[in-house]
């Protein structure tokens, strides 16, 4: 029998051949197998783009449920380096107090703000904001009761209090008490109640966890482990409507609501490639951003690094690519974290580059010249990060910041030089952050209370400049 002739193209992801022709004709065996590979393979990396937000999340609270033994409800206190090495971009200077609610297990939570210096918001496990409570809630720092509910659960607030639906069954809280004095601080945190709604009657005293030297991390896993954590999290998740589409790309891949995760080899081959492509588009996405709104200065590599709504939601799209990027990087979001009103919030500078246009890296030496009059009613910091885990630098000295509440060598013109370097500058040590070489690092530039000289643009934070080892 005569062969029908074939039609071979070269494409961008292979040859691919078609008979009679590609117009007129049908793909070969060969071909549609590499399409289908190609189809699933590419559904991973946008899956593995659309999923950070959750599946982050779902890290975190398994190191509370598994490593740390914290119930539903239970407070974790995050208040020296080691306890923060885990966490994506935690910020070295503030404690944090976090827990996560599983409101299937326990019903509707109310949380109890006390009065005072204190910034609190829950969050559902795609990481928008449900409400902000404290200085940055409708509260506006004079204490407050707050009920968080699940899907379809009904629960009414005290008279006075405050409601909060979530549309996941799991959800994050967090807290920080923001004086600087730790007496204060650990003061406010004993005044915090977290308990079952049900249980209002009666409260039950807040149970802390104590982690005390536990090494642990909330950074996504690589591999096929990422696709663990997400099947997991959305055994225990709703699927919104927003979401149909790609949990339609997960099916042929073996990742299925109510059903059991046993990819075969083909699918676990081509889950693992997406995962590592989809990691590499997701540090393009975010270290070198391509969203207009990360622009903070003309003439500087440092940028908005919190660019999206917290709703993460445009006029007419879901912001895919800026959510992708912030938590790729960062971990939570509420409204006090994009203020746009003086003395309020905080404002979250970062950078990757230094003022050559290099990226920043650890076997050198660097110096941050912050200019006088940095424009913050609380404090400001500078820490520095480690890129391959997105967490705190986790170097010999221990330490990953320098901040206003420090006693920093200041210059006379009122500006204050900070050095970042494998080694301390002679006379400068207590300006100094310790990096790894080997290691490739970044930095957030934090402001407490941003004041009106960063909103119109007066005062403008400089770049790194290569310094002398």
């Known amino acids: 029998m005569k062969q029908s002739p074939a039609e071979t193209l070269d494409t961008p992801i292979g040859r691919l051949s078609f008979t009679p022709d590609f117009i007129n004709g049908y793909p070969s065996g060969e071909s549609v197998e590499l399409l289908f590979d190609q189809i699933d393979f590419q559904r991973a990396c946008q899956a593995y783009l659309w999923s950070i937000p959750i599946v982050s999340f779902a890290e975190w609270q398994k190191a509370h449920e598994v490593t740390f033994k914290a119930r539903s409800g239970d407070v974790v206190v995050y208040d ?22 599983n409101l299937d297990e326990t019903g509707p939570m109310v949380v109890r703000m006390p009065a005072g210096a204190v910034a609190g918001f829950a969050d559902d ?26 899907p379809g659960q009904h629960a009414e607030p005290p008279q006075g209090g405050y409601l909060a639906t979530s549309p996941t069954s799991n959800v994050f809280w967090g807290f920080r008490a923001l004086d600087k004095d730790p007496a204060k601080a650990k003061a406010l945190l004993e005044l915090l109640e977290i308990y079952p709604l049900s249980q209002s009657n ?58 059991p995760f046993e990819p075969d080899e083909r699918q676990a081959r081509l889950l693992a490639d997406g995962a590592l492509v989809g990691e590499a588009m997701a540090k393009a996405n975010d270290f070198e951003k391509r969203l207009k709104e990360a622009h903070y200065a003309e003439g500087t590599h440092w940028h908005f690094a919190l660019v999206i709504d917290p709703s993460q939601r445009a006029e007419f799209y879901d912001q895919l690519d800026g959510r992708a990027a912030w938590f790729y990087e960062a971990v939570t979001t509420s409204s006090g974290m994009v203020t746009r ?34 424009p913050v009613e609380q404090f400001w910091s500078m820490t520095v990060y480690d890129v391959g885990a997105r967490c705190l630098i986790d170097n010999p000295s221990q330490q990953a910041d320098r901040s206003s509440r420090m006693d920093l060598k200041v210059n006379d013109d009122g500006s204050t030089d900070l050095y970042v370097s494998p080694k301390a500058p002679a006379g400068h040590e207590e300006n100094w952050v310790e990096t790894v070489p080997g290691r490739g690092w970044f930095s957030y530039f934090r402001l407490y209370g941003p004041k ?18």
Request: net charge positive; charged share 25%; glycine share 12%.
């Open 341 to 374: 009103t003086p003395g309020v919030g905080q404002v979250y500078l970062g950078t990757y580059k230094d003022k050559d246009g290099d990226w920043l890296d650890g076997s050198k030496s660097y110096r941050l010249r912050v200019p006088a009059n940095a």
């Open 80 to 101: 020296n380096y080691l306890a923060k090495l885990g966490i994506l971009t935690a910020n070295a200077t503030t404690p944090y107090i976090i827990s996560f609610f």
């Open 202 to 259: 009666n409260p039950p005293k807040k149970t802390g966890v104590d982690i005390s030297g536990i090494r642990w991390s909330q950074t996504p896993p690589r591999g096929i482990e990422y696709w663990r954590s997400l099947h997991a999290i959305i055994q225990r998740e709703p699927v919104h409507e927003r979401d149909r589409w790609f949990m339609a790309m997960l099916k042929p891949l073996g990742i299925e609501k109510g059903k």
């Open 125 to 150: 496990m795609w990481q928008r904001p449900l409400i902000d409570m404290g200085q940055t809630g409708p509260d506006k720092g004079q204490g407050g009761v707050y009920v968080i509910a699940g």
């Open 452 to 469: 009106q000289e960063h909103f119109d643009g007066s005062w403008v934070l400089s770049d790194f400049e290569k310094a002398d080892g």
